[in-house]
């Protein structure tokens, strides 16, 4: 379980093909590994991954063919959010995110608006339901506020303290997206829908 704070952004720094998948080195970045221990788990753009070795500021995950086929950024070297599995004790300065990928949303506006920026994503039809106006969403690992919703479309602000310390100011129109919804919306839908 994390909460989409970002800790770090890191970097993917290099793949090795598996009979099943690739194996990603991560460069940490700022994210200390002091405490992390072979099995723990680390978000790389909301997607949750084991680490299966350490070395220095570098550790290894292995991603299996159905991770890549159902998400974007971990495919090639390159900028990645990174956050660490949440403890009991932790604060959850986000929302409760569970690492497992929904959807992968693409990009229709990044526009400026003074120091923000205005970010307007389309969510794969069958997510814009979980969807809500000043509900939670987690875009490559990182919790944000929904502002508005007009059908699959939604938008959000991005302050500059988020731009500064995610991979989101990357963006433009047509970038792909990491969408993880509410946890709650999804387990009210099925408290009132069991037979779907």
């Known amino acids: 379980m994390f909460s989409g704070i970002v800790a770090a952004v890191g970097r993917i720094t290099h793949l090795t093909a598996r009979p099943a998948g690739h194996r990603l080195t991560v460069e940490a970045g700022r994210l200390d590994l002091g405490d992390v221990a072979l ?10 991954l084991t680490v299966v070795a350490k070395e ?8 299996s063919p159905e991770t890549l086929s159902c998400t974007v950024g971990l495919d090639a070297p390159g900028p990645v959010n990174l ?12 929302h409760l995110v569970s690492g497992h990928v929904d959807g992968v949303g693409e990009v229709l ?14 969510a794969p039809g069958d997510l814009a339901r979980y969807i809500a106006k000043k509900g939670s969403i ?6 944000l506020t929904v502002n508005a919703v007009a059908g699959s479309t939604f938008t959000i602000n991005l302050i500059p303290h988020t731009l500064e310390n995610t991979t989101l100011h990357r963006l433009q129109p047509g970038s792909k997206v990491n969408l993880e919804v509410d946890l709650i919306a999804r387990y009210c839908e099925r408290l009132l829908n069991p037979e779907n």
């Open 39 to 48: 099995g723990d788990s680390i978000a790389h753009n909301g997607v949750c």
């Open 56 to 63: 220095g500021g570098h550790f290894m995950v292995d991603v």
């Open 83 to 94: 956050e660490k599995a949440l403890r009991l004790a932790d604060v959850i300065g986000g």
């Open 109 to 122: 506006r990044f526009d400026p608006v003074g120091d923000n920026r205005l970010l307007e994503i389309r």
């Open 138 to 143: 987690t875009v490559d690992g990182t919790s």
